[in-house]
């Protein structure tokens, strides 16, 4: 017998770290290969990931609500040995790497008990090894000398909670330093922030669960990442809509899946991010990447927040199969079964804000990509067409830019060839 470590998997281009939200499975229960076994929340998904090994959990390395980085050991199972000693230091596979089937590694002894962290080092090294960037920043913020704290989280791990604490309790303030040469004038620590006051007759305080704080970190970070700039166009989608009527009982029969507007709009886009690649790019200190594929992210809502599941080579897919695999992907989003190269290696989001009958939108950037495109409800309007009124069916589109990679006049003509191709569609316009 032998111990194989389950780790954090990569759950995410960007992401870096990712919080346990809930164990499937206790210490001492029995788990098969490719049972879920924990799920896992990020910024970027919330995923069950399950178990590349079978055999007995005997471990858990990290509680619910603990967040800790890419790669840390979240558990170990004890697993049937392999007849041949392995080294006590054997690499084990990562979740977010192996696939269904692949051998478990193992090693013929257990491994080490964790030992508590020590105390924090006042030099603040000791501090950044057992701080997440969310905690750190948090800290930060607060004016909170986290080397200060003692650490609630697995192996004295400093936590949110902690932090909280210490800044509604008044313990662990940054004292600004005083001038060597007026040591009379007294430094001003940074006021704590104000505890939550609840009127409970009236008000009603939510705690805020894991996804939904890792939506709010991501969102902030986002707009102090790069200056958003956005643009909208009206579309008359007309033909498209009458199309659609006609089809999409036949399709349905035909395929099983339900026909939606999407599709239509990923086979657009795509062509025309391939006219203007600026838009599908990721910006860096050394310069601009311009991606020559297009994986388009399709923003998904969930009843815990949004999550943003890839369609890969989405240029290269014929229509049907564009369809099916956003029907999949989407099932598998709201069931809470994306694996985590499902969310990874996004270059362009959609969001399909219209199914909630938004008609104009701003949408934040999908870091670290250079773009976003929402399309609103469509809805029937006169409209002039030469010199009569008619009604039409018009639909927005909304596109946010990072205004260092992309400018207004680029980020128009996109618009604009989107919403060309879209006015003009025939059945001719179909990939196959």
């Not at 330093?177 to 007026?182: E, K, L, R, S």
Request: charged fraction near 25%; glycine fraction near 8%; aromatic fraction near 4%.
């Amino acid at each position: 017998m032998g111990l194989a470590q389950i780790k954090m998997p990569q759950l995410g281009e960007s992401v870096t770290e990712g919080t346990v939200d809930k164990w499937l499975k206790h210490e001492g229960d029995m788990v098969k290969r490719d049972e879920p076994l924990v799920e896992v929340v990020t910024d970027k998904v919330n995923a069950e990931i399950p178990s590349p090994f079978e055999g007995k959990l005997v471990k858990i390395d990290v509680t619910e609500g603990e967040t800790v980085k890419v790669g840390a050991v979240l558990a170990q199972i004890e697993v049937a040995g392999a007849g041949v000693a392995a080294p006590a230091a054997a690499k084990q596979k990562e979740v977010g790497t192996a696939q269904p089937g692949t051998p478990a590694e193992s090693a013929t002894a257990p491994a080490p008990a964790r030992v508590p962290a020590a105390a924090p080092a006042s030099d603040g090294n000791g501090e950044r090894g057992r701080l997440s960037p969310a905690v750190r920043k948090l800290a930060t913020e607060h004016g909170i000398d986290a080397t200060s704290l003692r650490g609630s989280g697995m192996g004295g791990r400093v936590t949110r909670d902690d932090v909280l604490a210490a800044a509604s309790g008044g313990q662990g303030k940054i004292a600004a330093a005083a001038p060597a040469a007026a040591p009379e004038t007294p430094s001003r620590a940074p006021a704590p922030a104000a505890p939550v006051r609840v009127d409970g007759a009236r008000e009603e305080l939510v705690k805020l669960n894991v996804m939904r704080r890792s939506i709010a970190e991501h969102m902030v970070r986002s707009l102090a990442t790069s200056p958003h700039a956005w643009t909208l166009q009206e579309v008359d989608v007309t033909g498209l809509v009458r199309y659609r009527e006609a089809e999409k009982e036949s399709f349905k029969a035909r395929h099983g899946v339900t026909l939606t507007y999407l599709p239509f709009v990923v086979q657009i886009v795509c062509d025309a991010l391939k006219q203007y690649p600026w838009l599908n790019s990721t910006w860096s200190d050394e310069g601009v990447i311009l991606k020559h594929y297009i994986n388009l992210g399709i923003a998904v809502s969930i009843p815990d927040g949004l999550i943003v599941p890839v369609l890969k080579d989405a240029d290269k897919r014929g229509f049907t199969d564009t369809v099916s695999s956003i029907n999949d992907l989407v099932d598998r989003a709201r069931n809470k079964h994306l694996k985590p190269e499902d969310v990874q290696g996004g270059t362009f989001t959609l969001n399909n804000t219209g199914a909630t009958g938004s008609v104009a939108s701003q949408p934040i950037i999908n870091q670290p990509q250079a773009a976003i495109l929402t399309t609103e409800s469509i809805v029937k309007r006169a409209v002039v067409i030469g010199d009569a009124i008619a009604v039409r069916h018009i639909m927005n589109m909304c596109l946010s830019f990072d205004h260092r990679i992309v400018d207004g006049m680029m980020a128009g003509q996109f618009l604009g060839t989107v919403k060309k191709r879209l006015e003009e569609w025939t059945t001719g316009s179909i990939r196959l």
